[in-house]
Every structure is written in structure tokens, then in C-alpha cells.
């Protein structure tokens, strides 16, 4: 059946997602149809000085609902963000929480979220040590609209947040944490430029490609990350160098189906990629862009066979795990990724921290091939 791209659709996966051109419109109405009175949208500062977001603000206030507005947010989110998020809704009563924009917005909200009724220290729910256990309580009345197409946080029900002063990034979890509903309108996304579509579409690539390959029985995930790979590649090219609604639609349907079948898990590009946002910065879809065929060819000699599918699934001349690995350079080459590290300012002081950090990062856990701290050093020294 071909997809209609101009229409609106709900469909629950199990989060209630309202798609479509025009949805951000129903965001207010909603709001006030379940009776609350004061909203947080939490933001970036890069997305809070857009006429875009002024138009979302007015439109939630015609709905008579009052808002308060939060931006402190640092491309990589660290804890003190949070802190100084859940203050700024307690100072001004509110009764919910809209995260709009991207991954940083998302997980700071999410956090936020997690926050206002659950008291230990924020890192007590880090996933890693069963902080789950933890998260007892309701949280506010949580909603989500993405800007971008790349982390798929809005359907998430996890944050990544790093600590301040170590960089160590912790993710806490629970399926509280989801929001009760998503606007995923594409056309939120049409203006955005060209390296930040480039960046976040990998992003949303590398989501559904880890996902697919990481170890462990999930067919239901098996299946959302092929067709979310498969939309993924037949959009992103266009959506970075000739953007419209069908191409820009698909990216955003690819990036909520990487973040539903990452339920699976992740593997070892992310473990390379986290460690290059907290220690020097890096946009985390840029740094899973450059990994991800430096992360494939560490992994091409036990998870080859499902390469082999992935490259049948979009159609590829070479369907080998060669020709899979080299259609991703391709592929980052056409929407100008850069190949190697050294052009983000990355140098050989760094890689010994590096691989501290990959090692302790707890995404290659889910990764087929096993990784040692020596092969992180190898694969951040390739990449350089």
C-alpha cells in the first residue's frame, strides 16, 4: 500500500502518537481537554529563539492554558539541568510538561519528569544499578513533540543524562517515563538546516541498524528497526539536500520506529559515540554518524548474515556486509558527514579517556561481538 503522507493518523506502539502535517495544532486542545491549567516547555536555546517556538507557545495559550518556558540546557544534558528544570516548575506551580525539540529537550524534560515526585538523587535511578526499582510514584502529565528526526526520545521511556563533573553518561528508565501522548508533525521539522537534519537522520539510522543487530530475541524489534531503516534510506539524502514533506515525514516515522525497536538495545557505536559528546562536545548524532562504519567492520565477522538482510531490505546492488558498510560511507559522504575525528578537534590525548568512558558505557553490553577496553582505543584510533 502506498502511504499517504498528507494525512493525519494516531497509532499506539504502545505510546499514543498523533502524526501528521498540522498536529501541533491539537497540542493545546488536548492540554485543556484533560484539565490542566499550567504547562513547562522545556526547550533548548537554540530552538527558544525560533519564531517556531513562539508560534507552539501561542498556541498552547489560545487554549487558555498558561505556560511557563525552560531552556537551560547544554547540547550534551548534564544533572545541574534538570535541578535547575525542576525548580523552575515548582516556583511556578505547574501541573504538566511539554518537551519540544530534540534529543537534549526530550531527556531533560524526561527528567524533569522523573524529578518533581521522586526525591532521592537523580542518579539513584541510573538503569545500571536497578534505579527502576525506585520509580514509585506518578509523574506529571507528560507530552512530547519532536523537532527533529533523530533520537525518537519522544517515544522513549528513558533519559540520558551525564554527570557533571566525571562525563559518565547514566541512563534511568522506567515505563513511566513515557509520555501520554506524542505530536510528531513533520512539518515542525521543514526548516531545519541541512547538517542538523544530516546529523540527527544518522542518528535515527544508527538507532534502528544497532538495534537490529544487538543480541537477544526480539522479533518485534527486528522488524520495526528493518522498516525503519528501510524508510530511512529511502529519505535521508533528500531530506538533508532537497527536503519536503514525504522525505521529511519518512525521517520522522524512522526515527520513532529506532527508538521503539532500541527497546532491544544498542550496541557498540553508541558506546563510541556517548564518550565523544561528554569529553569534547561532539553532537551525538555527528558522533554515531562517524562511528557507525568503524563500529560495522568491528562487528562484520559475527553479525555479517544480518548485514547481508539490512543490505537485501534497501535494495542494494552488493548485498554483502561489504557492501552494507560501504553504501553507510556513501551515504555520509552525499549528506557531508566528515569521515574521520580529527576534523571535530579530536586528538591522540584524548583516546586513552575515551575508551574509560566507552568501556563504563553501558550500550555494548547488547552488542553481538564483545568489546574489550583495548578495542575501543583501536576503534577511536581508526576513526582519527
Known amino acids: ?219 518485534l524489534c527486528d522488524g520495526v528497526a528493518l522498516e525503519g531503516i528501510s524508510l530511512i534510506a529511502q529519505s535521508l539524502e533528500r531530506a538533508v539536500n532537497n527536503p519536503d514533506l514525504e522525505s521529511r515525514s519518512k525521517m520522522m516515522m524512522g526515527s520513532l520506529m529506532g527508538a521503539t525497536a532500541f527497546q532491544k538495545g544498542l550496541g557498540v557505536v553508541h558506546s563510541l559515540a556517548h564518550p565523544l559528546s561528554t569529553l569534547v562536545d561532539m553532537h551525538h548524532g555527528l558522533a554515531n554518524a562517524i562511528m557507525l562504519p568503524y563500529g560495522m567492520e568491528f562487528n562484520q565477522s559475527v553479525s555479517g548474515e544480518r548485514m547481508i538482510t539490512i543490505a537485501k531490505r534497501i535494495g542494494l546492488k552488493d548485498c554483502t556486509s561489504q557492501g552494507f558498510i560501504q553504501w553507510i560511507r556513501d551515504l555520509n559522504s552525499k549528506i557531508s558527514i566528515p569521515v574521520k575525528l580529527s576534523s571535530q578537534n579530536v586528538g591522540h590525548e584524548h583516546l586513552e579517556k575515551l575508551a574509560d568512558l566507552a568501556i563504563k558505557d553501558p550500550c555494548w553490553a547488547s552488542n553481538e561481538r564483545p568489546v574489550t577496553r583495548q578495542d575501543f582505543y583501536e576503534l577511536f584510533s581508526k576513526a582519527l
Open 1 to 219: 500500500m502506498t502511504q499517504d503522507w498528507t494525512q493525519k493518523y494516531n497509532y499506539n506502539y504502545p505510546t499514543l502518537v498523533r502524526f501528521g502535517k498540522g498536529v501541533i495544532e491539537e497540542l493545546g486542545p488536548h492540554l485543556k481537554d484533560n484539565g490542566l491549567k499550567k504547562v513547562l516547555v522545556v526547550t533548548d536555546p537554540g530552538l527558544a529563539k525560533l519564531p517556531l517556538f513562539t508560534t507552539v507557545i501561542e498556541l498552547i495559550k489560545k487554549s487558555g492554558i498558561d505556560v511557563a518556558t525552560f531552556w537551560d540546557i547544554d547540547k550534551n544534558p548534564v544533572k545541574r539541568n534538570v535541578l535547575a528544570g525542576v525548580d523552575i516548575f515548582r516556583q511556578n506551580q505547574c501541573d504538566s510538561i511539554v518537551g519540544l525539540g530534540g534529543g537534549a529537550s526530550m531527556d531533560v524534560a524526561r527528567a524533569i519528569a522523573l524529578k518533581i515526585n521522586h526525591h532521592l538523587d537523580l542518579f539513584d535511578y541510573d538503569d545500571a544499578i536497578g534505579g527502576d526499582r525506585h520509580v514509585t510514584n506518578e509523574v506529571p502529565y507528560f507530552v512530547t513533540v519532536p523537532t527533529t528526526c533523530g533520537t525518537g526520545s519522544e517515544v522513549g521511556r528513558s533519559t540520558v543524562i551525564a554527570d557533571d563533573l566525571t562525563h559518565e553518561k547514566k541512563i534511568l528508565f522506567s515505563p513511566k517515563l513515557m509520555a501520554r501522548k506524542v505530536f510528531a508533525d513533520p512539518n515542525l521539522t521543514m526548516d531545519l538546516p541541512a547538517f542538523v537534519t544530516a546529523a540527527t537522520g544518522m542518528d535515527a539510522l544508527t538507532h534502528n541498524i544497532e538495534a537490529y543487530l544487538a543480541k537477544g530475541f526480539s522479533p
